[in-house]
């Protein structure tokens, strides 16, 4: 909050530069007072408006009304944006370019709007990048200006920023520094250091969370406390705690009190209070003071007497459970009223343990009927006869944490007390036992506990872990526990930064332990020393060549910090690498040796799957090591000084293996007994001097930390123990994400050096398979048992050829699985054959276990009645002794326990392992009976939810829930079903009732409906033309009556469709648009209605599209009702006047490829993780962008499923199963569907959206060329909608490498230009996939000219999309708004009546409709715009901001003409022509029309394509909006340096206009020069040009 800073640099430049002398000052509750009169505002934006207001003469808040409003507009944006984490980023973008051309914000001098966001900088240690230069420049400016005022204020601490020593200033160097932890146990050498990172000025702000001003905090005088129970070790969750104590402690020069929280006999002992100061030593905490609550019992004592004999406490003898229900119902207890006396006489008792003082507690009078629990009289004192660790057996009554904690807070000075939001409910309670005793109140402030996924927190659950076995001791790594993550790796420095991007937040969330790693992995990576060690099975020998040396040479130990030291690295000319890497290894190819040098592979040799040994030899003069593509660890075979070290690598995964448990779920059910794994590795020498605690980084593997360090042979131990190092995670991704990806790049690896074995046969049919049941039931065994050693041996990280041997074999079962059942496995699949043709199931099947099924069901639904109608306990027991015994029988008969799967099992068995279908619904009883039940159902429930929003008792809510459930039981009963809202429908639909019990006849009601809605309209209408009230009663009337008559037909009231959906929907719209940063200027006003009745809307654009491109487009969708914004970012929604437009491509590209024998299909828009990925080059560049399906309802799927991104992965393994022979060629496919692409920057409505309409067609044939004629045709048929339907010209073309279609051998391209960015837009693409993708997924035939052999078909696959439209609205829109060429306007004209009068309004519009329907008639579409609430001028600018091409006006004169008047959208141009032939002049006027915008695209495009032969000619070109054909290499390096050379240094986000320019496309249509002399455009490239090709700025 930058109160502390704008509002007294406000005050002192105030008084430095215009000698006005004010005092501000806050008071404890945040009202503000100026010169000692409170103004009674607590924002100190309204403190700053004050002042500027109060002395005017100093122009802070600008010099007139517009200075006024600028000024107020950057108070809102700081206060609300700028302050926001979430929006900060946007916010400092749009704040820099704002600040682009300017000096001040406001004017030509200072306001408070400088001095306001000034100061939110300043706070936020926030002064601007390479990114954010103009705010730079302005922040430096303005710190010149009043830097000499910034000062902190007396009584005030500066700003929070990081949770260390001390926080930095703004524009110093804020050094990242090692805990103490990682400095002296974990330090890699004596010199190592951390690298300085740029402080605030120069780099990028640090990770910081939000951190609240203490409310009343003085510098010096705050003390606050960290109180922890001596009951276990410290978790994280307490570190959390702590080091925010702490943090406040520093920043305020304060105190901070380490009080043991004693008050439990039971639980404290004094060696936890060892542990936890141990603890506290690690994390670096040094409290000031250490205290013991158990030191005030003798005063906790008598405050409690105090409470006694004051009433506001009293003794009670109620049995713990009595007690606790009397709390739920809100009852008092029996003991509430007792005198005094009687209170202080059982008080006596409790001090002295008696017998019955142990059945006593004190309890608070405070309030039984409160809504907060926590203030429904809570125990203050307990009896309890146990020896306390401090005071033995002094005292026999203990305080409650509750009690004690607000009391020791105030007598040990606390002035604020941080507490988690747990206890926010008890906090009223805190204050009120300090107010009842007059004691002084500390502030309390609350923040979110420290919640993490997988992992448990409660001390129970952790000693449980702990006794049972699960984990070593309370240090394991696997622990939340302080001393279990420093084990493993984290740092402190690691933790408190993760703790310091946290901040104050009290929003409660489960974090990812990935969150934690990623802050330790700063930490250590700048200091972390890199050695070399490397799997110890199946090394494989190297024998290089080249005169190679023995010898040990020093190296950087960290190849960026030099601090951290040297290390030794031994050479000799026989080395070992993995068996991993040496299967990627290929004869002639040159390799790195890290450390060392380049090598070439002379020879490689291997036995069976496996390299024994290779051949190299030593280059090391070439130096060029980006050229190879392998970088290796390795190791000398045996070096005379330089021994390998022995090293057990641990990784440890989650305890826990769910990643969030709900409350009802027992944590043991979910615990990982296989949590830990090994691996055997080889390390290099320098490992020897690793001491634990010790962090290192071993080269290509990741972070590890010594947790024993290595132990020689020698004499005494008579045995070598190898060096433990435990992995860090570094927070990249997570544990199942490494597994997957390392499982993927073996199967890569191995298929590189061994041929795919061949596919097993498909099935041959789709049915299930009725052999024998045994095969199946051991072959799901075998493929269980298999998977489990797949994920075994991944999980100990197994050798890359183990693990593909292991999955060959799994792919093999499933195979046999599919062929043997016709289904493919899954374990649903498995599970549903063994339900079927279990022995068990199969044995039950018969009627008395069917009707034993039946009776439990029946008893079950009887206990669950006698529960909901709370009966006696003892009829309730009889019952569920009897459905107990039943369920035993059940077990008797089947061998199986009693549960919905084993049911479901025996019912599949009777069924010949098929679904019973649903049984219709037959009520028991009469259906009259039925509609009254579940109307009174209906009612209860309405009830039961309005007496819990009015919070009324919990026991007269209680009453209704039991008459709600009871009268669910009766449905039950008489129906056979559960109540639901699906069930009662079926119910009443079958006994020919509706839901509200009347005769169901939905066709009368929905006409009536319908009648009411019209009768409605007309009424308004009436009233809108101000018709005369014996014309408008007689038509309220009717209305009325029609509205009576619905609700005696259907029993309830008519509710129209447009009132609280419409609101909701403009509410939903509203909230979606505040979120488009660039809707905040144009939103219009709404539409109200003035005094006549008539709608007063805003219309017209605001915005010039020379002024502002990208707001006029938004404007111009938005005002034209194309498109209406969403309240899911980057989704939008199609009007009519949008989709009509998609609907006439559709239809024109629709009919042309049907002529080529295109047909239609649709794929599911869902594809599964296996099938998306197995084209690994194609689903590369959409892997960003796919969205994945989760969750079904609150449970996880077991595997997530995309939502296509595109379709070639969805459709082609069907294409597999179709094409089996050439005569199946060619196969031509087309869908019309959507597609979904989530991640992008700058979402733009048509151009680049999450969601979007298209089509693709994929086709496939035998013969390349046929494949590579299609792809013209269809480019062409794309270039022909462009052209014939949009008017808009386009370069046809074919992609470079870099940007055609990932997986295919080449692309074409339609390229539109936008005249007034000088953007290209890709207008469509057809692909030729060549058979990369027949490979993939096995699509093959005969080979028509060659018998016997097989062949890969050709594929393409084409699409053209919506973003069409928005490539239309760019190219022909003008600054009233959309144009529309005639082809595809939903309206190609609009008749609109002028001149309008009483006399000649009747023949007028008959006129125009008469008009209207000719034009219908000769297939022109059109509008009639008759209504009266509008003026003619009005029309016309509405119809013109729509885009129609003709405006048709015919008014009085032209009918005494007999002639109508047509105006052009394209041009504005008015004609007339004759009444009779207007349909005639009108259709050629649209050719011309069609005609015109083309050519005038046409000309724009041949005007802005430029040539260039050099660079500076080509940077010339783009920066002038245009487009350019330059010789060009084709080279991908090449391209991304024009890319990047020709932003010129600024701004390169694909979303700003300063973008470098990419390559369009390869026009077909080439220059005529001579390229043999020519060079590539870009500078210093010596490839020659292949092409000229075409580059620009580009959407």
């Given at each position: 909050?930058?109160?502390?800073t704008?509002?007294?640099?406000?005050?002192?430049?105030l008084?430095?530069?215009?000698?006005?002398?004010?005092k501000?000052?806050?008071?404890?509750?945040?009202?503000?007072?100026?010169d000692?009169?409170e103004?009674?505002s607590?924002?100190?934006v309204?403190?700053?408006?004050?002042?500027?207001?109060?002395?005017?003469?100093?122009?802070l808040?600008?010099?007139?009304?517009?200075?006024?409003t600028?000024?107020?507009h950057w108070?809102?944006?700081?206060?609300?944006?700028?302050?926001?984490?979430?929006?900060?980023?946007?916010?400092?973008?749009?704040?820099?370019?704002e600040?682009?051309?300017?000096?001040f914000?406001?004017?030509?001098?200072?306001?408070i709007?400088?001095?306001?966001?000034w100061?939110?900088?300043?706070?936020?240690?926030i002064?601007?990048?390479?990114?954010?230069?103009?705010?730079r420049?302005?922040f430096?400016?303005?710190?010149?200006?009043i830097g000499?005022?910034?000062?902190?204020?007396?009584?005030?601490?500066?700003?929070?920023?990081?949770?260390?020593d001390?926080?930095?200033?703004?524009?110093?160097?804020?050094?990242?520094?090692?805990?103490k932890?990682s400095?002296?146990?974990?330090?890699?050498?004596?010199?190592?250091?951390?690298?300085e990172?740029?402080?605030v000025?120069?780099?990028?702000q640090?990770?910081?969370g939000?951190?609240?001003?203490l409310?009343?905090?003085?510098?010096?005088?705050v003390?606050?406390?960290?109180?922890?129970?001596?009951?276990?070790?410290?978790?994280v969750g307490?570190?959390?705690?702590?080091?925010?104590?702490?943090?406040?402690?520093?920043?305020?020069?304060?105190?901070?009190?380490?009080?043991?929280?004693?008050?439990n006999?039971?639980?404290?002992?004094?060696?936890?209070?060892?542990?936890?100061?141990?603890?506290?030593?690690?994390?670096?905490?040094?409290?000031?003071?250490?205290?013991?609550?158990?030191?005030?019992?003798?005063?906790?004592?008598?405050?409690?007497?105090?409470?006694?004999?004051?009433?506001?406490?009293?003794?009670?003898?109620?049995?713990?459970?009595?007690m606790?229900?009397?709390?739920?119902?809100?009852?008092?207890?029996?003991?509430?009223?007792?005198?005094?006396?009687?209170?202080?006489?059982?008080?006596?008792e409790?001090?002295e343990?008696?017998?019955?003082?142990?059945t006593?507690?004190?309890?608070?009078?405070i309030?039984m009927?409160?809504?907060?629990?926590?203030?429904?009289?809570?125990?203050?004192?307990?009896?309890?006869?146990?020896?306390?660790?401090?005071?033995?057996?002094?005292?026999?009554a203990?305080?409650?944490?509750?009690?004690?904690?607000?009391i020791?807070?105030?007598?040990?000075?606390?002035?604020?007390?941080l507490?988690?939001?747990?206890?926010?409910?008890?906090?009223?309670?805190?204050?009120?036992?300090?107010?009842r005793?007059k004691?002084?109140?500390?502030?309390?402030?609350?923040?979110?506990?420290?919640?993490?996924q997988?992992?448990?927190?409660?001390k129970?659950?952790?000693a449980?872990?702990?006794e049972?076995?699960?984990?070593?001791s309370?240090?394991?790594?696997?622990?939340?526990?302080?001393?279990?993550?420093?084990?493993?790796g984290?740092t402190?420095?690691?933790?408190?930064d993760f703790?310091?991007?946290?901040?104050?937040?009290?929003?409660v969330?489960q974090?990812?332990?990935?969150?934690i790693?990623a802050?330790?992995?700063?930490?250590?990576?700048?200091?972390?020393?890199?050695y070399?060690?490397?799997?110890?099975?199946k090394?494989?020998?190297?024998?290089?060549?080249?005169?190679v040396?023995?010898?040990?040479?020093?190296?950087?130990?960290?190849?960026k910090?030099?601090d951290?030291?040297?290390?030794?690295?031994?050479?000799?000319?026989?080395?070992?690498?993995?068996?991993?890497?040496?299967?990627?290894?290929?004869?002639?190819e040159?390799?790195?040796?890290?450390?060392?040098?380049?090598?070439v592979?002379?020879?490689?040799i291997k036995?069976?799957?496996?390299?024994?040994?290779?051949?190299a030899?030593?280059?090391?003069?070439?130096?060029?090591?980006?050229?190879?593509?392998?970088?290796?660890?390795?190791?000398?075979?045996?070096?005379?000084q330089?021994?390998?070290?022995?090293i057990?690598?641990?990784n440890?995964?989650h305890?826990?293996?769910?990643?969030?448990?709900?409350?009802?779920?027992?944590f043991k059910?979910f615990?990982?007994?296989?949590?830990?794994?090994?691996?055997?590795?080889v390390?290099?020498h320098n490992m020897?001097?690793l001491?634990?605690?010790?962090?290192?980084?071993?080269?290509?593997?990741?972070?590890?930390?010594?947790?024993?360090?290595?132990?020689?042979?020698?004499?005494?131990?008579?045995?070598?123990?190898p060096?433990?190092?435990?992995?860090?995670?570094?927070?990249?991704?997570?544990?199942?994400e490494?597994?997957?990806?390392?499982?993927?790049?073996?199967?890569?690896?191995?298929?590189?050096?061994?041929?795919?074995?061949?596919?097993?046969?498909?099935?041959?049919?789709?049915?299930?398979?009725?052999?024998?049941?045994a095969?199946?039931?051991?072959?799901?065994?075998?493929i269980?048992?298999?998977?489990?050693?797949?994920?075994?041996?991944?999980?100990e990280?197994?050798?890359k050829?183990?693990?593909?041997?292991?999955?060959?074999?799994?792919?093999?079962?499933k195979?046999?699985?599919?062929?043997q059942?016709?289904?493919?496995?899954?374990?649903?699949?498995?599970?549903?054959?063994a339900a079927?043709?279990?022995?068990?199931?199969?044995?039950s099947?018969?009627?008395?276990?069917?009707?034993?099924?039946?009776?439990?069901?029946?008893a079950?639904?009887?206990?669950?009645?006698?529960?909901?109608?709370?009966?006696?306990?003892?009829a309730?027991?009889?019952?569920?002794d009897?459905?107990?015994?039943?369920?035993?029988?059940f077990?008797?008969?089947?061998?199986?326990?009693?549960?919905?799967?084993n049911?479901?099992?025996?019912?599949?068995?009777?069924?010949?392992?098929?679904?019973?279908?649903?049984?219709?619904?037959?009520p028991?009883?009469?259906?009259?009976q039925?509609?009254?039940?579940?109307a009174?159902?209906?009612?209860?429930?309405d009830?039961?939810?309005?007496l819990?929003?009015e919070?009324k008792d919990?026991?007269?809510i209680?009453?209704?829930?039991?008459?709600?459930?009871?009268?669910?039981?009766?449905f039950?009963?008489?129906?056979?079903?559960?109540?639901?809202?699906?069930?009662a429908?079926?119910?009443l639909?079958?006994?020919?009732?509706?839901?509200?019990?009347?005769?169901g006849?939905?066709s009368?009601?929905?006409?009536?409906?319908s009648?009411?809605?019209?009768?409605?309209?007309?009424?308004?209408?009436?009233?809108?033309?101000?018709?005369?009230?014996?014309?408008?009663?007689?038509?309220?009337?009717?209305?009325l009556?029609?509205?009576?008559e619905?609700?005696?037909k259907?029993?309830?009231?008519?509710?129209?469709?447009?009132?609280?959906?419409?609101?909701?929907?403009e509410?939903?719209?509203?909230?979606?648009?505040?979120?488009?940063?660039?809707?905040?200027?144009?939103?219009a006003?709404?539409?109200a209605?003035?005094?006549?009745?008539?709608?007063?809307?805003?219309?017209?654009?605001?915005i010039?599209?020379e002024?502002?491109?990208?707001d006029?487009?938004?404007?111009?969708?938005?005002?034209?009702?194309?498109?209406e914004?969403?309240?899911?970012?980057?989704?939008?929604?199609?009007?009519?006047m949008?989709?009509?437009?998609?609907?006439?491509?559709?239809?024109f590209?629709d009919?042309?490829?049907?002529?080529?024998?295109?047909?239609?299909?649709?794929?599911?828009?869902?594809?599964?993780r296996a099938?998306?990925?197995?084209?690994?080059?194609?689903?590369a560049?959409?892997?960003?962008?796919?969205?994945?399906?989760?969750?079904?309802?609150?449970?996880?799927?077991a595997?997530?499923?995309a939502?296509?991104p595109?379709?070639?992965?969805?459709?082609?393994?069907s294409?597999?199963?179709?094409?089996?022979?050439?005569?199946?060629?060619?196969?031509?496919?087309?869908q019309?569907?959507n597609?979904?692409?989530?991640?992008?920057?700058?979402?733009?409505?048509?151009?680049?959206?999450?969601?979007?309409?298209?089509?693709?067609?994929?086709?496939?044939f035998?013969?390349?060329?046929?494949?590579?004629?299609?792809?013209?045709?269809?480019?062409?048929?794309?270039?022909?909608?462009?052209?014939?339907?949009?008017?808009?010209?386009?370069?046809k073309?074919?992609?470079?490498?870099?940007?055609?279609?990932?997986?295919?051998?080449f692309?074409t391209?339609?390229?539109?230009?936008?005249?007034?960015?000088?953007r290209?837009?890709?207008?469509?693409?057809?692909?030729?996939?060549?058979q990369?993708?027949s490979?993939m997924?096995?699509?093959?035939?005969?080979?028509p000219?060659?018998?016997?052999?097989?062949?890969?078909?050709?594929q393409?696959?084409w699409?053209?999309?919506?973003?069409?439209?928005?490539?239309?609205?760019?190219?022909?829109?003008?600054?009233?708004?959309l144009?529309?060429?005639?082809?595809i306007?939903?309206?190609q004209?609009?008749v609109?009546?002028?001149?309008?009068s009483?006399?000649?309004?009747?023949?007028?519009?008959?006129?125009?409709?008469?008009?209207?329907?000719?034009?219908?008639?000769?297939?022109?579409?059109?509008?009639?715009?008759?209504?009266?609430?509008y003026?003619?001028?009005?029309?016309?600018?509405?119809?013109?901001?729509?885009?129609?091409?003709?405006?048709?006006?015919?008014?009085p004169?032209?009918?005494e003409?007999n002639?109508?008047?047509?105006?052009?959208r394209?041009?504005?141009?008015?004609?007339?022509?004759?009444r009779?032939?207007?349909?005639?002049?009108?259709?050629?006027?649209?050719?011309d029309?069609?005609?015109?915008?083309f050519?005038?695209a046409?000309h724009e495009?041949?005007?802005?394509?430029k040539?260039a032969?050099?660079?500076d000619?080509?940077c010339k070109f783009?920066?002038?909006?245009?487009i350019?054909?330059?010789?060009?290499?084709?080279?991908?390096?090449?391209e991304d340096?024009?890319k990047?050379?020709?932003?010129?240094?600024?701004d390169?986000?694909?979303?700003?206009?300063?973008?470098?320019?990419?390559?369009?496309?390869?026009?077909?249509?080439?220059?005529?020069?001579?390229?043999s002399?020519?060079?590539?455009?870009y500078?210093?490239c010596?490839a020659?040009?292949?092409?000229?090709?075409?580059?620009?700025r580009?959407?």
């Amino acid at each position: 909050m930058p109160a502390s800073t704008a509002v007294d640099l406000t005050v002192r430049y105030l008084r430095s530069r215009n000698s006005i002398e004010c005092k501000v000052s806050f008071d404890e509750k945040g009202n503000c007072s100026i010169d000692g009169v409170e103004i009674g505002s607590k924002s100190w934006v309204n403190v700053l408006r004050y002042l500027a207001r109060k002395f005017p003469q100093c122009d802070l808040y600008g010099k007139d009304a517009i200075g006024n409003t600028e000024v107020d507009h950057w108070l809102h944006f700081g206060e609300v944006s700028l302050c926001c984490s979430t929006q900060r980023s946007r916010a400092l973008k749009y704040l820099n370019n704002e600040l682009a051309p300017v000096t001040f914000l406001v004017g030509n001098q200072l306001t408070i709007a400088d001095v306001a966001l000034w100061s939110i900088l300043y706070d936020l240690s926030i002064a601007g990048d390479s990114e954010t230069v103009h705010m730079r420049r302005w922040f430096n400016f303005i710190r010149d200006l009043i830097g000499e005022f910034v000062e902190k204020p007396s009584g005030k601490a500066p700003s929070p920023r990081v949770l260390a020593d001390s926080p930095p200033v703004a524009g110093t160097d804020a050094p990242a520094k090692m805990s103490k932890q990682s400095s002296e146990k974990g330090k890699p050498s004596e010199k190592a250091k951390p690298l300085e990172k740029s402080g605030v000025a120069g780099g990028k702000q640090k990770d910081q969370g939000k951190f609240v001003d203490l409310p009343g905090a003085k510098m010096g005088e705050v003390v606050v406390r960290f109180p922890p129970e001596a009951s276990g070790y410290l978790h994280v969750g307490h570190a959390k705690a702590a080091l925010l104590n702490q943090y406040y402690q520093k920043l305020f020069n304060g105190k901070l009190i380490l009080r043991f929280d004693d008050t439990n006999p039971a639980k404290e002992t004094s060696h936890f209070e060892q542990v936890i100061l141990k603890d506290l030593e690690l994390l670096d905490i040094k409290p000031d003071v250490t205290t013991h609550t158990s030191d005030h019992f003798d005063s906790l004592i008598k405050y409690c007497e105090q409470l006694i004999k004051s009433g506001d406490a009293y003794v009670d003898d109620t049995d713990g459970e009595t007690m606790k229900k009397e709390r739920e119902e809100r009852v008092n207890s029996k003991n509430r009223d007792n005198p005094v006396e009687r209170n202080l006489k059982m008080w006596r008792e409790m001090l002295e343990g008696t017998d019955f003082g142990q059945t006593c507690c004190v309890r608070a009078k405070i309030d039984m009927k409160s809504d907060n629990g926590a203030m429904r009289d809570p125990a203050l004192y307990r009896c309890k006869v146990e020896s306390h660790v401090s005071t033995g057996d002094k005292y026999k009554a203990y305080p409650t944490y509750d009690f004690a904690c607000p009391i020791v807070d105030s007598v040990e000075g606390v002035t604020h007390a941080l507490r988690t939001t747990e206890y926010l409910d008890r906090d009223d309670q805190y204050l009120w036992i300090l107010d009842r005793l007059k004691m002084r109140k500390p502030h309390i402030w609350s923040y979110a506990r420290l919640n993490l996924q997988n992992t448990v927190l409660s001390k129970r659950k952790l000693a449980w872990l702990v006794e049972q076995g699960v984990v070593d001791s309370w240090e394991d790594p696997r622990f939340p526990t302080v001393r279990g993550i420093v084990r493993r790796g984290l740092t402190v420095q690691g933790l408190a930064d993760f703790i310091v991007a946290q901040g104050g937040s009290r929003s409660v969330v489960q974090m990812e332990w990935d969150k934690i790693w990623a802050f330790n992995k700063k930490v250590i990576d700048p200091v972390a020393p890199r050695y070399t060690a490397l799997a110890q099975e199946k090394l494989v020998p190297v024998k290089l060549k080249g005169g190679v040396v023995t010898e040990i040479k020093p190296q950087p130990a960290h190849p960026k910090n030099a601090d951290v030291g040297m290390k030794e690295v031994a050479y000799q000319d026989e080395i070992l690498f993995e068996q991993a890497d040496a299967l990627e290894l290929k004869e002639g190819e040159p390799v790195t040796l890290i450390n060392w040098g380049n090598c070439v592979i002379n020879k490689v040799i291997k036995k069976g799957e496996e390299v024994v040994s290779v051949e190299a030899t030593l280059t090391l003069e070439d130096t060029d090591y980006k050229k190879t593509k392998l970088k290796l660890t390795w190791l000398p075979r045996s070096h005379p000084q330089a021994d390998s070290v022995s090293i057990v690598a641990r990784n440890y995964s989650h305890i826990v293996s769910k990643p969030v448990l709900g409350n009802d779920e027992d944590f043991k059910q979910f615990i990982n007994y296989d949590s830990c794994k090994e691996q055997l590795m080889v390390g290099d020498h320098n490992m020897k001097k690793l001491k634990k605690g010790d962090i290192i980084q071993i080269q290509r593997k990741g972070f590890y930390i010594c947790d024993r360090p290595y132990v020689p042979f020698n004499a005494c131990s008579t045995t070598e123990l190898p060096c433990i190092l435990i992995y860090i995670p570094d927070g990249s991704k997570s544990q199942e994400e490494q597994e997957r990806q390392a499982a993927a790049k073996t199967a890569k690896q191995t298929s590189k050096a061994k041929d795919k074995s061949t596919p097993a046969a498909a099935p041959s049919g789709g049915k299930q398979s009725q052999g024998n049941v045994a095969d199946v039931s051991a072959l799901v065994a075998k493929i269980t048992a298999s998977g489990d050693k797949v994920r075994q041996l991944k999980a100990e990280k197994a050798s890359k050829d183990v693990v593909k041997a292991a999955v060959d074999e799994l792919l093999e079962l499933k195979n046999q699985f599919k062929s043997q059942t016709g289904l493919v496995y899954s374990p649903e699949n498995a599970a549903s054959l063994a339900a079927s043709s279990s022995p068990s199931a199969q044995a039950s099947a018969t009627p008395e276990v069917q009707g034993l099924v039946d009776e439990i069901a029946a008893a079950g639904d009887k206990v669950r009645a006698l529960k909901a109608a709370n009966a006696d306990k003892a009829a309730v027991k009889t019952e569920v002794d009897a459905l107990l015994a039943l369920k035993k029988q059940f077990k008797d008969a089947t061998g199986l326990d009693h549960n919905p799967q084993n049911v479901e099992k025996v019912r599949l068995a009777a069924s010949g392992g098929k679904a019973e279908a649903p049984k219709s619904v037959t009520p028991a009883a009469g259906s009259p009976q039925i509609a009254e039940l579940v109307a009174s159902i209906a009612a209860c429930g309405d009830k039961v939810r309005q007496l819990k929003a009015e919070k009324k008792d919990k026991a007269v809510i209680k009453e209704e829930v039991d008459k709600l459930l009871a009268l669910k039981t009766q449905f039950k009963a008489a129906t056979g079903l559960d109540h639901s809202p699906d069930n009662a429908k079926k119910v009443l639909t079958e006994s020919g009732k509706t839901l509200d019990g009347t005769m169901g006849d939905s066709s009368a009601s929905d006409d009536l409906y319908s009648r009411i809605a019209a009768q409605g309209e007309t009424v308004r209408q009436l009233k809108n033309s101000k018709a005369p009230k014996t014309e408008v009663d007689p038509a309220v009337q009717k209305l009325l009556a029609l509205k009576k008559e619905y609700k005696e037909k259907t029993g309830k009231d008519y509710q129209p469709e447009t009132g609280q959906a419409r609101a909701n929907k403009e509410n939903s719209q509203g909230d979606a648009k505040k979120k488009q940063g660039k809707q905040a200027k144009e939103a219009a006003p709404v539409a109200a209605d003035d005094a006549a009745g008539r709608k007063q809307t805003k219309l017209g654009l605001d915005i010039k599209i020379e002024d502002n491109f990208a707001d006029w487009y938004v404007q111009v969708i938005t005002k034209a009702e194309l498109i209406e914004y969403y309240d899911v970012s980057g989704c939008y929604i199609l009007r009519p006047m949008a989709y009509s437009v998609w609907e006439k491509i559709q239809a024109f590209f629709d009919g042309e490829i049907k002529k080529l024998g295109v047909e239609n299909v649709y794929f599911p828009m869902f594809v599964s993780r296996a099938a998306l990925e197995r084209e690994q080059t194609h689903i590369a560049d959409f892997a960003p962008e796919v969205a994945w399906v989760t969750k079904s309802g609150q449970s996880d799927l077991a595997e997530p499923i995309a939502i296509r991104p595109t379709s070639e992965t969805v459709m082609y393994p069907s294409y597999a199963k179709w094409i089996q022979s050439h005569r199946d060629l060619p196969l031509k496919l087309n869908q019309w569907n959507n597609v979904v692409r989530w991640e992008f920057k700058n979402p733009t409505p048509f151009l680049r959206t999450r969601e979007f309409l298209w089509q693709e067609g994929h086709t496939a044939f035998t013969y390349r060329q046929e494949a590579c004629d299609e792809v013209m045709t269809i480019l062409e048929l794309y270039a022909r909608v462009y052209q014939e339907l949009l008017a808009i010209p386009v370069v046809k073309g074919r992609k470079t490498e870099k940007e055609k279609f990932a997986g295919g051998d080449f692309t074409t391209t339609c390229e539109a230009f936008i005249p007034h960015n000088g953007r290209g837009v890709q207008g469509a693409t057809s692909h030729h996939l060549g058979q990369n993708f027949s490979k993939m997924f096995n699509i093959t035939i005969e080979d028509p000219d060659k018998p016997g052999e097989h062949l890969f078909v050709y594929q393409n696959s084409w699409g053209l999309s919506t973003r069409s439209i928005g490539a239309m609205v760019m190219v022909h829109g003008d600054n009233k708004g959309l144009v529309l060429p005639p082809r595809i306007a939903l309206y190609q004209t609009v008749v609109v009546p002028c001149g309008v009068s009483g006399e000649t309004e009747g023949k007028l519009a008959a006129s125009c409709e008469q008009l209207y329907e000719e034009l219908r008639a000769s297939d022109v579409s059109s509008k009639l715009d008759l209504r009266p609430n509008y003026s003619p001028g009005w029309k016309f600018n509405h119809w013109e901001q729509k885009g129609i091409p003709i405006r048709v006006e015919l008014g009085p004169k032209d009918m005494e003409k007999n002639q109508v008047t047509l105006v052009r959208r394209d041009t504005g141009a008015k004609s007339t022509a004759p009444r009779a032939e207007a349909v005639t002049a009108i259709k050629k006027l649209l050719d011309d029309i069609q005609t015109n915008l083309f050519s005038k695209a046409k000309h724009e495009l041949d005007t802005h394509l430029k040539k260039a032969m050099d660079f500076d000619q080509f940077c010339k070109f783009l920066d002038g909006k245009n487009i350019i054909l330059a010789p060009f290499c084709g080279e991908e390096d090449c391209e991304d340096n024009i890319k990047r050379d020709s932003a010129r240094g600024q701004d390169t986000d694909a979303g700003a206009p300063s973008m470098g320019a990419k390559s369009l496309c390869i026009p077909f249509d080439q220059p005529k020069d001579d390229l043999s002399k020519a060079k590539c455009v870009y500078p210093g490239c010596k490839a020659a040009p292949k092409n000229f090709t075409l580059f620009g700025r580009s959407y």
